[in-house]
C-alpha cells in the first residue's frame, strides 16, 4: 500500500513540478564552498547526450550538481537521531542495480526515515552524492551518478522534504568505493551517499 501511495505521490509532484530554476552560479563558476558548478541545463535523456551532464530528470525541474570537493559542515548540529546505530538513518548509502537509477525496494524505508528527519528538520541539508562503477566512458557515468542522485532526492521530496535542503554532485565512477574488478566490487560502487 505504501508504494501504491508513493506512485501518486511521485505522478502528482511530476505534474506539479513546473520549471524551476535554482538561480545559482552558471556553468564554470565556483560557487560559495569553493565548488566548480557544472551546467546541467541539457537534456541527458541518452547515451550520446549524457555527455553535456544534464539533469532533464522528466520533472520539469532543475538541479545543481557540483563537481569537485564541497564543504559538508555546514549542518553544524545535527541531532542524535543521525548517529543511533539502530536507527534506519545511520544507513546513508543507497546502492543500485548495474545502468540503473531505480530505487530498490529494500531501500524504501530507509529513505522514508531520511525524508521524515528531513521534514522534521528544515534547516538541515544533504549532499546526495552519486557514484557509479568503472563500466562506461567518464561522461556517460557521471550522467548516471548524477541521475541516481536525483532519483534519491525525487523520493525524498515526495514524502516532505523540500527541494532546498538538497545539494546534487556526481562523481561517476572517479570515487570507487572498493578499488578492483567484479561484479562484487562494482556492486558496492554503483551507490548514492547521504551526506549531512
Given amino acids: 500500500m505504501k508504494l501504491i501511495n508513493l506512485a501518486i505521490l511521485f505522478l502528482m509532484l511530476f505534474a506539479l513540478s513546473g520549471c524551476t530554476s535554482t538561480g545559482g552560479p552558471k556553468d564554470g ?3 560559495g564552498s569553493g565548488d566548480v558548478v557544472e551546467d546541467n541545463s541539457a537534456d ?3 547515451i550520446e547526450d549524457a555527455s553535456a551532464s544534464g539533469s532533464d530528470f522528466g520533472d520539469g525541474s532543475e538541479a545543481q550538481v557540483i563537481v569537485g570537493e564541497g564543504n559538508d559542515s555546514q549542518n553544524q548540529y545535527l541531532g542524535d537521531e543521525l548517529n543511533d546505530p539502530n536507527s534506519p538513518l545511520s544507513n546513508r548509502v543507497v546502492y543500485f542495480e548495474y545502468d540503473s537509477s531505480e530505487v530498490r525496494p529494500q531501500d524504501l524505508v530507509t529513505l522514508e526515515a531520511h525524508a521524515a528527519y528531513l521534514a522534521e528538520n528544515p534547516n538541515v541539508t544533504v ?3 552519486g557514484h557509479t562503477d568503472e563500466r562506461g566512458s567518464r561522461e556517460y ?5 548524477e541521475r541516481r542522485a536525483l532519483s534519491i532526492r525525487q523520493i525524498l521530496m515526495l514524502q516532505g522534504a523540500n527541494i532546498n535542503q538538497f545539494q546534487v554532485t556526481s562523481f561517476g565512477e ?4 572498493i578499488d578492483g574488478e567484479g561484479e562484487g566490487v562494482w556492486q558496492q ?3 548514492v551517499e547521504l551526506i549531512y
Fill in 141 to 145: 557515468n557521471l550522467a548516471l551518478g
Fill in 189 to 191: 560502487n554503483r551507490r
Fill in 44 to 46: 541527458s535523456s541518452g
Fill in 174 to 177: 572517479e570515487r570507487p568505493d
Fill in 127 to 129: 549532499r546526495l552524492v
Fill in 29 to 31: 563558476e565556483i560557487d
